[in-house]
Each structure stands twice: as C-alpha cells, then as structure tokens.
C-alpha cells in the first residue's frame, strides 16, 4: 500500500499554533474569495463566522503572551503584536462582510493591504535562525 505524508517518526500532535494557523489560513482564502467576487451563500456565510470567531479569541489569547509574560507554555510563534492586532482586524472585517454589511473602496482597500500584511508575515519570517538556511558556502 502506497502511503502519502510524513514518515511516523517524524510526525506530532497537533497544538493550538498548528490549530491557529489552519484557521488564519482558511480566513485569508475565504477573504480573497469575497474580494475576487465569489458568491457567499448561507454556508459560507456561517462558516467565515464562525472560523473568525475562532481566530479573533485564538489571537487575543496568543496576543498576551507576546509581552514575555507567557501564561501558558504551549505558544512558540515569533510573530509581534502587531501580526495579531492585524489578525484581529481581518476577522472583524470578515464578520462584518459575512454578516453583510456594506463594504466601500476604502474598506475593500484597508482589507487587501491588511491581507498582503499578513501573507507577507506568514510566507516568510525574517528570524536569524530562519535566515541560516539561506547561507551559501
């Protein structure tokens, strides 16, 4: 049998960054479907409301333990507060286009810059142990 993945020994639970992130990244698609103009039915409608619940709690939570004071041991992102803020604003603005509300030029603007933003941060962090990889002999 044909096994597709990861071998087992190098596979792990899941936590609630690896959670986070599936989330945030099902946001940004559904984001960019609105904004290219795909219909939003009732389901997709439930759904961006409920997966930007979802994230708006997630970042808060991981938000407080940016500052250094890290209440629970789990959070091993480096991403700054301003990342999360921009999350927040992106689940707030996707609540708001599921819900219907009225979205203008300068709204639809504010959420492709906020969406670029956060792509940006999340295709590549600029840390030194990340950058060691780029290296070349």
Do not use: W
């Given at each position: 049998m044909l096994r597709?993945?990861?071998?087992?020994?190098?596979?792990?639970?899941?936590?609630?960054d690896d959670i986070f992130h599936s989330r945030l990244k099902l946001m940004i698609i559904m984001a960019k479907a609105y904004m290219n103009g795909y219909p939003l039915?009732?389901?997709?409608?439930?759904?961006?409301?409920?997966?930007?619940?979802?994230?708006?709690?997630?970042?808060?939570?991981?938000?407080?333990?940016?500052?250094?004071?890290?209440?629970?041991?789990h959070s091993?992102?480096?991403?700054?507060?301003?990342?999360?803020?921009?999350?927040?604003?992106?689940?707030?603005?996707v609540k708001a286009v599921a819900k219907g509300f009225p979205?203008?030029?300068?709204?639809?603007?504010?959420?492709?810059?906020?969406l670029d933003s956060i792509c940006q941060t999340l295709m590549f962090n600029s840390q030194p142990e990340d950058l060691a990889f780029l290296k070349v002999a």
């Amino acid at each position: 049998m044909l096994r597709l993945g990861s071998p087992s020994s190098e596979t792990r639970e899941m936590d609630l960054d690896d959670i986070f992130h599936s989330r945030l990244k099902l946001m940004i698609i559904m984001a960019k479907a609105y904004m290219n103009g795909y219909p939003l039915g009732e389901h997709r409608r439930r759904a961006m409301l409920e997966n930007a619940r979802h994230v708006e709690s997630e970042s808060i939570d991981l938000d407080s333990t940016v500052g250094g004071l890290q209440s629970q041991p789990h959070s091993c992102v480096d991403y700054d507060h301003v990342f999360y803020q921009r999350v927040k604003l992106l689940a707030v603005m996707v609540k708001a286009v599921a819900k219907g509300f009225p979205m203008g030029e300068h709204r639809i603007a504010a959420m492709h810059e906020n969406l670029d933003s956060i792509c940006q941060t999340l295709m590549f962090n600029s840390q030194p142990e990340d950058l060691a990889f780029l290296k070349v002999a």
